[in-house]
């Protein structure tokens, strides 16, 4: 999944009408940021570049509806992508486990991406770090068996959004680093300087495997509207102390 975010990273968005790319996705990804920094718009980004492949459906999760499409782009209205992308809204953490535990039991092409958007809500109703990493557990499972369904010409991504706190706790610092075990690939949201009349973040991506550590900014117009631009493009694993990229860190 960290190749398929680095590809609409790069492209300043979804993919253009027509566009295809390769097969493979990357490790999983799990995507940082505070309340507001665009993890649902990223999330759908991707949905969106996936679905555009010509590969498997696309399955978002998330404990409640989306409310309004993330995004407004010509990509996002386009309803053959659209019909391609299925959501589904687990009201809780048992129910989740349910669907995810039911996932070979289900019909139809087995999906190319997996999404799971707000991560906290769910383990908000059990406190301890066991939860994540069994929740972390099934997702890569989930994944996997969906990637076996598909054969050897498809694979499964899977891209995990959470929710961070400005003051984590010892606690939420050991459920990031069992969740970090798992899905290993991480990027992060960090609210950067906005331009007029716009929402900016500063993105990067630690690719959970040897290659370049890479930002990008992020820009929302009030509209909707999503534009980002390249910054930087590190060679080799981050050393801790630079910066909000660095692994652990809230």
């Known amino acids: 999944m960290a190749e398929t975010l ?8 979804a993919a253009g009408p027509g566009e295809e790319h390769g097969a493979e996705v990357g490790p999983p990804v799990l995507l940082l940021g505070g309340p507001g920094s665009g993890k649902t718009a990223l999330l759908f980004a991707a949905a969106l570049d996936v679905a555009s492949e010509g590969r498997g459906p696309v399955l978002f999760l998330a404990r409640r ?8 782009t010509r990509a996002a209205f386009d309803p053959l992508r659209l019909q391609k992308i299925r959501f589904q809204y687990p009201p809780s953490m048992r129910e989740l486990f349910r669907l995810l535990c039911s996932a070979h039991e289900a019909q139809g092409p087995a999906p190319a991406l997996l999404l799971l958007d ?17 929740l972390a557990a099934l997702l890569l499972d989930t994944a996997a068996h969906f990637s076996h369904r598909a054969g050897p010409s498809g694979d499964c991504g899977l891209m995990v959004a959470l929710q961070t706190q400005e003051e984590a706790d010892s606690g939420d610092m050991l459920q ?3 969740l970090q075990r798992y899905l290993s690939a991480c990027c992060w949201l960090q609210p950067d300087a906005p331009g ?4 900016c973040l ?14 990008w900014l992020m ?4 509209d909707g509207e999503m534009a980002i631009t390249p910054l930087s493009a590190e060679v080799g694993d981050p050393s801790p102390d630079q910066g909000p990229c660095s692994r652990g860190q809230p």
Not at 6 to 13: E, I, M, P
Not at 124 to 134: D, K, T
């Open 6 to 13: 680095r590809r609409v990273l790069s492209a300043g968005g």
């Open 65 to 72: 509806p989306l409310q309004r499409l993330p995004l407004r």
């Open 118 to 134: 707000g991560l906290e809500e769910y383990l908000s109703e059990h406190h301890g770090p066991h939860e994540a990493a069994r």
């Open 176 to 178: 990031l680093a069992l």
């Open 196 to 199: 007029p009349a716009q929402r």
């Open 202 to 215: 500063r993105v990067c991506l630690e690719p959970g495997r040897p290659g370049p550590r890479t930002e």
């Open 219 to 222: 820009a929302f117009q009030p």
